[in-house]
T-cell receptor, first 108, second 114 residues
Framework: TQLLEQSPQFLSIQEGENLTVYCNSS?????LQWYRQEPGEGPVLLVT?????EVKKLKRLTFQFGDARKDSSLHITAAQPGDTGLYLC????????FGTGTRLTVIP | EAQVTQNPRYLITVTGKKLTVTCSQN?????MSWYRQDPGLGLRQIYY???????DKGDVPEGYKVSRKEKRNFPLILESPSPNQTSLYFC?????????????FGPGTRLTVT
């Protein structure tokens, strides 16, 4: 099993705060995806990163792929209640592996 | 509307009673996949299909069967369900096989086996 470890497992913050969640692996991966899943729905893709050191921004979300392509982070600036959800990282081509996720709650 | 549909959305059944969860996509995607999601274990891939008549095992295939006779449909079959298959199931599709294509997920099927 190609383990993807996500941390923290749970995170509860106040609206307006900043946060970072992490996705780590012991092996190199060619690309990594971040998804967000809201209660009662399937995951929705946020971003795909493919190049070591790559940084991508999606409004208040900043995604970074580690230089060695073994880890990735997601930083949210000025979190809003709409950011609440389960954040999942995923790797693989056809045989896909997901991390266990970070469950984020943003309190108004 | 482009989407992945699953039926039923909720199902309660008894041990050993065969069931099928249907999955259909209207985006002409080549790749389809099934996952189960369990607390603390995350999303785990059951089976995937890269094209019609081509299926492969994922991480947790035991106790499940799939078929891909048409491009748009990818049913998940539980021949003899057991309580440890109680879970939330997701079907997904992707435009192409290979690295890093977006997975489009269905709304999920919550299965309880008593």
């Amino acid at each position: 099993t190609q383990l993807l470890e996500q941390s923290p497992q749970f995170l509860s913050i106040q609206e307006g705060e900043n946060l970072t969640v992490y996705c780590n692996s012991s092996s190199v991966f060619s690309s990594l995806q971040w998804y967000r899943q809201e209660p009662g729905e399937g995951p929705v893709l946020l971003v795909t990163v493919v190049t070591g050191g790559e940084v991508k921004k999606l409004k208040r979300l900043t995604f970074q792929f580690g230089d060695a392509r073994k880890d990735s982070s997601l930083h949210i600036t000025a979190a809003q209640p709409g950011d609440t959800g389960l954040y999942l990282c995923s790797r693989g081509a056809n045989n896909l592996f997901f991390g266990t996720g970070t469950r984020l709650t943003v309190i108004p | 509307e482009a989407q992945v549909t699953q039926n039923p959305r909720y199902l309660i059944t008894v041990t050993g009673k065969k069931l099928t969860v249907t999955c259909s996509q209207n985006m002409n995607h080549e790749y389809m996949s099934w996952y189960r999601q369990d607390p603390g274990l995350g999303l785990r891939q059951i089976y995937y299909s890269m094209n019609v008549e081509v299926t492969d095992k994922g991480d947790v295939p035991e106790g499940y069967k799939v078929s891909r006779k048409e491009k748009r449909n990818f049913p998940l079959i539980l021949e003899s369900p057991s309580p440890n298959q109680t879970s939330l199931y997701f079907c997904a599709s992707s435009p192409q096989t290979g690295v890093a294509y977006e997975q489009y997920f269905g709304p999920g099927t919550r299965l309880t086996v008593t």
